[in-house]
């Protein structure tokens, strides 16, 4: 009985719905001139494109980094102690080779200075030397030639010339002297064909005697030029 009443309930509220909902039709309904058209709204299609799945990255577990040894800081301060010792001594090693270098070169250029010096010094002297000379056989030529006109003076006057001579003979004398000037020997070196042309040439030579003016010669001069002297004799004239 319960059941036939739930139903027949049900039955009048569908009824009572569909009441409702024809009237409020009829209320809206209008005339079909004033019907309202909808067009079809033109929707523009587009192909989408789907982007490419990203593959998961799967990270790797970071390496785990060595544990760093522990310094032994007493061991790496007598290394570097090390270190600085050897730089140090070979600092001053390479000091002591260019200080030697150095030393080696100043004491050659030194020594070449020397050698330039004392080159110098004999080239001087031996240029002095040189010129002395000279001044010194200049002033024994002039003191020679001095001497040999006072003999040329002395024989000349005491030569006769014999009545045979003629103007191309000529005799050469040569006489030995010694430091006191006197005449100590007198040898014909050339004769000149006529024996009392050659005879009056050594009696000139004997008369002179002695030169007493050699005395003041110097004895090295005396020496070298007058320990033997040559004259020649001609009719114009008596050389020595």
Do not use: C
């Amino acid at each position: 009985m319960s059941n036939f009443l739930s139903y027949a309930s049900a039955i009048l509220v569908s009824i009572a719905v569909h009441v409702l909902v024809v009237g409020a039709l009829l209320v809206n309904w209008q005339p079909e001139s004033k019907r309202v058209m909808i067009q079809p709204q033109f929707i523009e299609a587009k192909l989408v494109e789907l982007a490419p799945k990203k593959k998961p990255v799967v990270k790797k577990p970071a390496a785990k980094k060595p544990a760093k040894p522990k310094v032994d800081q007493a061991k790496k301060k007598r290394e570097a102690d090390r270190r600085r010792a050897a730089e140090k001594k070979k600092a001053a090693a390479l000091k002591a080779k260019k200080d030697k270098e150095l030393k080696a070169k100043e004491l050659e250029e030194k020594r070449l200075a020397e050698l330039e010096r004392q080159r110098v010094a004999t080239e001087f002297a031996e240029t002095l030397e040189q010129e002395q000379a000279q001044l010194n056989a200049q002033e024994e030529d002039r003191i020679a030639n001095s001497f040999r006109q006072l003999i040329q003076q002395r024989l000349s006057e005491n030569w006769s010339r014999p009545p045979s001579a003629r103007r191309d003979m000529e005799a050469v004398i040569r006489i030995r002297l010694v430091p006191t000037g006197r005449v100590v020997g007198v040898t014909i070196l050339q004769s000149s064909g006529d024996i009392a042309f050659d005879r009056s040439v050594e009696q000139a030579a004997f008369k002179a005697e002695q030169f007493v003016e050699l005395q003041k010669m110097d004895a090295g001069l005396f020496e070298r030029r007058f320990r033997q002297v040559d004259v020649a004799f001609s009719p114009q004239d008596l050389r020595l």
